[in-house]
């Protein structure tokens, strides 16, 4: 059973299973509608799916989606101990409707849209699920460094050097022998540091850890790029059991959306001054129609509002035209910026 963590943080049991629902999904590349809709909303989806029109193929899978958001009102599913958000992704692959489907223990924003493929950012953004992150665990002669993505590891190397631990009586001095020792120490690390850049592509957070000063001594080795990606992770030794890597991997990967969303909040704040922002919805759904959005700005409860069916729509266009979207949980940001019931829009050029 898992033990009590964060309230904002998923469990590692929920957050494994999510990863590899994820990790099939991923895989396809076919045009796709994506729902996700708060358990005990159905009726309301389905109203949204029955009201809007689509092409021939997407209307095949709505009415499969209708069915299975019918079934999943009686019988629903969730990964977590309660269902809080049911996700349906339908597919047209071979002439057949294929349907997806999981339930969350979490909140997640009210999305329906059509796609080139799944739309899956909402888990990325808010459950942190499919990222890739290298974690690696050393001592001043042992080093094991795990490319994971997602909670699979797809990548692993183990490097090792014998070094004698205390010196021995005759020979060279005690001196001589430690400053030799801590040599062989140091090239052993610009090995560890030159293997990490081999197999490092593109990963968000680089974890490190292990017993003893290695991690702090290592760390001098890292070029200004890692130094960035670099976490230091506490307790952390070459028995970790994976429940608890798990763990200790979502805490950080949580750390690091928290601090990157204030980043982006900080870069809309600055930019407002130079007219680069907008706040109004009527002012940024022209701005998306016309691909001047560089990044819509959401909150993750915005279903509560009135506003929503226009947010959805807002949505569905920011995906067509390449602007990005992030999806902000954070109660005090949301507060602030009082985006519960519009979105903020960080904007390529200025518009009149």
């Known amino acids: 059973m898992d033990k009590k963590f964060p309230l904002s943080e998923i469990s590692p049991s929920e957050w494994f299973s999510l990863n ?5 999904l991923k895989q396809i590349n076919l045009p796709c509608i994506s729902v996700y809709y708060p358990y005990g909303k159905g009726d309301e989806i389905i109203s949204l799916l029955q009201e809007t029109k689509r092409n021939e193929s997407f209307e095949k899978i709505e009415l499969k989606i209708e069915k299975t958001i019918r079934q999943l009102k009686d019988n629903p599913i969730s990964e977590g101990k309660f269902a809080k958000t049911l996700c349906v992704f339908g597919w047209i692959q071979n002439g057949k409707v294929i349907i997806k489907k999981i339930g969350t223990s979490k909140k997640l924003p009210y999305i329906y849209m059509t796609s080139k493929k799944p739309y899956l950012k909402p888990f990325s953004d808010i459950l942190k699920i499919n990222r890739d992150v290298l974690l690696v665990t050393l001592d001043q002669k042992t080093a094991r460094i795990q490319k994971f993505h997602g909670s699979q590891i797809i990548q692993e190397s183990k490097l090792r050097i014998d070094l004698q631990g205390r010196h021995r009586k005759g ?3 005690q001196g001589r022998f430690l400053r030799a020792r801590q040599t ?5 690390y610009k ?3 030159n293997k990490i850049k081999l197999m490092d592509t593109n990963s968000e957070l680089l974890l490190l850890g292990g017993i003893g000063p290695a991690k702090t001594e290592f760390f001098d080795e890292l070029d200004s790029e890692f130094v960035k990606k670099c976490r230091f992770v506490e307790t952390l030794s070459f028995s970790t059991p994976i429940t608890e890597i798990h763990e200790k991997i979502i805490h950080h990967l949580y750390e690091y959306r928290r601090k990157y969303v ?3 909040i900080h870069k809309y704040e600055k930019l407002v ?3 680069l922002t907008a706040k109004r919805n009527s002012v940024i759904a022209k701005a998306l129609k016309i691909g001047a959005v560089d990044t819509l700005i959401v909150s993750a409860n915005y279903h509560t509002s009135l506003q929503f069916k226009n947010i959805l729509k807002m949505l569905e ?9 992030e999806f902000v949980t954070s109660p005090k940001i ?3 910026l009082s985006i519960d019931d519009s979105v903020l829009a960080i904007l390529r050029y200025k518009i009149k």
């Open 20 to 24: 590899q629902f994820l990790n099939d």
């Open 171 to 173: 020979g060279q001095s």
């Open 191 to 193: 090995k560890v540091a």
């Open 273 to 275: 001054k130079e007219g």
């Open 262 to 264: 204030e980043e982006i």
């Open 184 to 188: 062989k120490i140091h090239v052993f």
């Open 334 to 336: 949301i507060k602030k």
């Open 317 to 325: 266009i920011a995906k067509s035209t390449s602007a990005k979207i």
